[in-house]
Nanobody, 124 residues
Framework: QVQLVESGGGLVQAGDSLRLSCAAS????????MGWFRQRPGKEREFVAG????????AYVDSVKGRFTISRDNAKKTVYLQMNSLEPEDTAVYYC?????????????????WGQGTQVTVSS
């Protein structure tokens, strides 16, 4: 069992940066592939970024490439999402998720555990 708690959301202006954190409980955090998803108003939940547990490989949705960076600290059982050059279109509830397996996947249904979400609002 893994419990995930996100933090770091808030209200910022376009062009600003935020760093989201996701703290995990459980002894096997280091063997979970982790992902960040977001859900914009009226939209389905979508994949933003992911990082595998074995080789640290990462993947991003095209709209955030070059602006967002996902990383993990297994000793702290925490995964981060550094978000730079934020745009109003990034406004959403951001969720952290964990899945068994080594590969990063964008499919919502492949993730076994979810956090409660943190709101990110970017004003223009």
């Amino acid at each position: 069992q893994v419990q995930l708690v996100e933090s770091g959301g808030g209200l910022v202006q376009a062009g600003d940066s935020l760093r989201l954190s996701c703290a995990a409980s459980g002894r096997t955090f280091s063997t979970y592939t982790m992902g960040w998803f977001r859900q914009r108003p009226g939209k389905e939940r979508e994949f933003v970024a992911g990082i595998s547990w074995d080789d640290g490989s990462t993947a991003y949705v095209d709209s955030v490439k070059g602006r967002f960076t996902i990383s993990r600290d297994n000793a702290k059982k925490t995964v981060y999402l550094q978000m730079n050059s934020l745009e109003p279109e990034d406004t959403a509830v951001y969720y952290c998720a964990a899945r068994w397996g080594t590969s990063v996947t964008a499919g919502v249904g492949y993730y076994n555990y979810w956090g409660q979400g943190t709101q990110v609002t970017v004003s223009s």
